[in-house]
């Protein structure tokens, strides 16, 4: 298995689906953005082997030459994202949802309506650059659609879940958070730290995929400010109608996110309600300012041998994932990151059952899913005793539980360590 993400070069390339002109072309390389561009012929070439076999009703989904993954997707007939990545293990479920991240992104800023009624190729281009300008600066007009091209600590883009930490005192935090969220008149508030959801109200967290996934991660991607009000647009619950997006930093690196209509200004939001809340709270919320890469509270009991988790509630489509415990071991936390990431890819394309809200199976598909592993382990690295690293995965039920294992873990015990850390984990998700 590849370390998915190991230096290589990424391009990203939006077209408009008709014309063909380019929106955007981004790239990245070793997971940092690069200023390197694909030349406007292949460009062309690439759009245009794939509009030809539209035209003969074939669908050109992906290709692969010695190195290098390209993932074709258009969105309602009007847009075409492009990707091309010549990294290390890079896999095609990983591109696929890179691509409906993007778009769900570009939704989420633009809305639906701009994207599929394009009349003037020249002025959306403009639009692009001036609603993500919002969010970055003149030398990155592209903050949020380069950081899925990044080496992010996050994971939502791939698994298409919430990205979730687990406070030390959560019913406090929640408490208070419902309280406010009652006396600023919105259902829709949550608490985030780094990019990840601390706690949230029930209709915040009834949020529908992508735009559950994007917001926290759109906040993460914000320049430090004291509050912003920007409209946003709802890729699955209100394509078309925009919203209104606060955030409201609490402590630096802890957001205050309310989801709204017109009401209320931002005005209203005044000192005196969010001292009469969230002063009581300040312990608890400091407590949580750690929790970003690490997820867990600090003190939690895992096993020695862990490197890195990664735990999904399938059903509720959260997931908690780290990979600071052991920090002072080899591997770095990046490659920890990329080993979890393709483990991942690994094992849901070919081992467990579809995921929730994934598309139908084909029938010969389904023929081989017959009967389902529960779990599955891989040694990565040499073969000789001691060296290289375990990954094991485990199916109970909603849960699925990723585990990164140093080299000293035996193979014989990956099972019991990996049901016993899921027991140790599901009352937290």
């Not at 290098?68 to 309602?76: D, E, G, M, N």
């Not at 939690?300 to 890195?308: K, M, Q, S, V, Y």
């Amino acid at each position: 298995m590849g370390e998915e993400g190991t230096e290589g070069t990424v391009h990203l390339l939006c077209l408009a689906a008709s014309s063909g002109v380019p929106l955007f072309c981004r790239s990245s390389r070793g997971g940092a953005p690069a200023r390197q561009q694909l030349p406007f012929s292949v460009i062309g070439s690439l759009n245009g082997v794939h509009m030809f076999g539209q035209n003969l009703e074939v669908q050109l989904s992906s290709a692969r030459t010695e190195n290098t993954t390209v993932v074709w997707k258009s969105f309602h007939d009007s847009i075409t994202l492009i990707v091309l990545s010549s990294e290390e293990g890079t896999s095609e479920l990983r591109l696929e949802r890179l691509l409906q991240m993007v778009f769900g992104a570009m939704v989420l800023l633009l809305g639906l309506e701009e994207l599929t009624n394009i009349s003037n190729v020249e002025r959306l281009k403009k639009e692009l650059r001036v609603r993500l300008l919002i969010f970055g600066d003149y030398s990155s007009h592209y903050r949020l659609i380069d950081s899925f091209l990044a080496d992010s600590e996050l994971i939502g883009d791939l698994t298409q879940c919430v990205d979730c930490v687990v406070p030390p005192e959560g019913s406090l935090l929640q408490e208070a958070l419902s309280g406010f969220a009652e006396a600023a008149g919105t259902a829709f508030v949550s608490l985030v730290v780094s990019g990840r959801v601390v706690v949230a109200t029930e209709s915040w967290w009834r949020l529908g995929t992508p735009e559950a996934v994007l917001l926290p991660w759109l906040v993460g991607s914000l320049p430090p400010q004291a509050a912003h009000d920007y409209p946003v647009y709802l890729p699955h619950g209100s394509p078309t109608v925009p919203h209104r997006l606060l955030t409201l930093t609490l402590l630096p690196g802890l957001e205050l996110c309310l989801l709204c209509g017109p009401r209320p200004p931002l005005s209203q939001l005044d000192p005196q309600l969010l001292e009469r809340w969230w002063q009581p709270m300040l312990e608890p919320l400091k407590a949580c300012l750690p929790l970003g890469p690490r997820a867990l509270p600090a003190g939690f009991p895992l096993h020695t041998d862990i490197l890195g988790l990664l735990l999904l509630h399938l059903e509720l489509k959260r997931c908690l994932f780290t990979v600071e415990p052991s920090g002072d071991k080899d591997p770095s936390p990046e490659q920890r990151r990329c080993l979890l990431r393709s483990f991942y890819t690994l094992v849901t394309a070919m081992h467990f059952p579809p995921e929730p809200g994934q598309q139908e199976e084909k029938v010969e598909d389904a023929a081989h899913r017959a009967q389902v592993p529960r779990a599955c382990y891989l040694v990565s690295g040499t073969e000789e005793p001691g060296t290289g690293w375990r990954l094991v995965a485990l199916q109970l039920g909603p849960r699925r539980l990723l585990l990164l294992l140093s080299a000293q873990s035996p193979s014989h015990g990956l099972r019991s360590l990996a049901t016993h850390t899921l027991h140790a984990l599901t009352p937290l998700l």
